[in-house]
């Protein structure tokens, strides 16, 4: 009879944390890319994508407040992240009610605090301080982000109300080159090569393509090309929601001159370490 509460909560606690939405987003991406190796595409996919949270999240990222209901005023403002908070909200019960309370003055009375529904005791919490040792129940979870804003000190304002606009030591995918040191971190697959040192050999650049027929908008099947393989319709750069025509195929030659979307560009890099060498992601990549 217990299991049917606790599986109610997981889906509690996975949809509020928005993970359905992330899985869908795979398995479309998955089923788009065509990839023969699902395992390995997940892996990709899902390292990617949490270092592309991660790295939003870094302190002493440039952000900017938005999407204030309340305090309408902090809107627009621009400054630094200074930390991160990750508190829960407590049902206290009677005299108390639901309190938000940071993660880690919470001691689970049984397993971890991982989710809603799990029965915490407040540990040394300082406001107001005679929730210590008072037991809860976990209703939500939620981070919120301190940005210290010039002329107004530091702000704390909720995860999803803030915008990057430069991350620390940058996001862009043509800052690394050839011959660059750098070190790996963040890696969240393969947690053994965090803080390994190596230097760049070579850059691999991939498109996902959606090939269009001679009469234009209809889509007949999607593609992952090596970048090399197309070039903008308007010669351009190619990126995301670019018009290109396909070249330079060698087996598949009937593609040549055939219009195409692109969908999604990725960049990985070849680095070699003293054990050899490494196919990464740009997120996993700090400079030195």
Known sequence: MASAPAGAQTIEYLRANGVPDIIDAAVRSLMESKSGDPVKYFADYFQKEMGARFESFT???????????????????????????????????EGHGVMAVKVGELKPTSGCVTAVGDEVQGVNIQEPKELSGKKGVVKAFRTKITVAVPGKGPIAVP???????????????????????????????????????????????????????????????????????????????????????IQKMLIKKEMNGKKATVKQITSKYHVSFADGMKLLPRAALKKL
């Open 159 to 245: 995860q999803e109300s803030v915008k990057l606009i430069a991350s620390l030591d940058g996001a862009s995918e043509d800052d690394l080159e050839k011959g660059m040191e750098v070190e790996v971190h963040k890696m969240l697959i393969d947690q053994t090569l965090n803080g390994k040192r190596g230097v760049i050999r070579m850059r691999e650049d991939t498109v996902i393509v959606k090939v269009q027929t001679e009469g234009g908008g209809e889509e007949v099947g999607i593609m992952q090309l090596a970048l090399t393989n197309v070039k903008a319709a308007d010669g351009k750069p190619v990126k995301k929601g670019s018009e290109v025509l």
């Open 59 to 93: 302190v002493g990222a440039s952000v900017e407040i938005y999407g204030m209901a309340i305090n309408k005023t902090l809107n627009g403002l621009k400054g630094k992240i200074t930390g991160k908070q990750d508190e829960a909200l407590v049902n206290f019960g």
